[in-house]
């Protein structure tokens, strides 16, 4: 159970603007109760003014999971638990719109656009999890990883929720809340367009009338929306729409 207390002595203790040696001794007194290094800690009590910045960077990362209500046993825990289910979802390999494969449904095309983003979103936030996952590799105290590993389990579970969706949804039928809110798939229509903007003015400037055509009446599906969700958007992106002859505000 965490000690409520001791994290607010930590959020002090950092808190404070300049410290004397009796305050960076009283730090590495904190710290010496968390991790039990006592090579640290007579490092930092033989020159405490030369090691103050240790001290405050350690401490920092034993307040956020802290704050988070954990302690640095159940980080250990969470960490193998999130590391096994992301190398299970990497094992699994990523989401591709390119293969037909990894869960990709053969009406995807014809799926309406929120619903298609679900997986586009997944695809990037799978390169993400992975970047992450190997960030991790390379740190070896658990709180060292803990910001990616909470970052990873978020992801993580997001990535499984919005695959279930997808999996889920049943053209022709109301989705009667399965497929998600007004909220997600104005977030879903946002993340396509922005990753595709880039495509179509590359197609734009090479000339590539087919693909561009094919490209333009997918982002206009997520234009489309836009407009009946009445979202917000950038003045500097109506103005890309209308320069493109999208349907527009």
Known sequence: MIDEKFTRQIQKFLLLGERTEEQIIE??????????????????????????????YEL???????????TLAEVGRMDKKVTAEVDAMIADGQPDLAQP???????HDSLPPEIQGLWEINAERYKTIKEARATVETLDAPCDRYE?????????????????????????LDDGGTVGNTEAAVSSARAYISKARRKYDELLAAGDNEELEKLHEKIQQRVDVLIDNNAAVSGELVEWLRNNNFGAW
């Open 27 to 56: 730090g590495a007194d904190l710290l010496l109760r968390i991790n039990r290094n006592r090579a640290m800690h007579q490092q930092i009590l033989r020159n405490p003014k030369r090691r103050e910045q240790k001290v405050v």
């Open 60 to 70: 920092n990362k034993h307040l956020k999971y802290r704050l988070d209500g954990l």
């Open 101 to 107: 494969k990894l869960g990709k449904r053969a009406d």
């Open 148 to 172: 990616y590993l909470k970052f990873m389990s978020e992801a993580y579970t997001a990535y499984k929720r919005d695959m279930a969706k997808y999996d889920a949804y049943k053209p022709g």
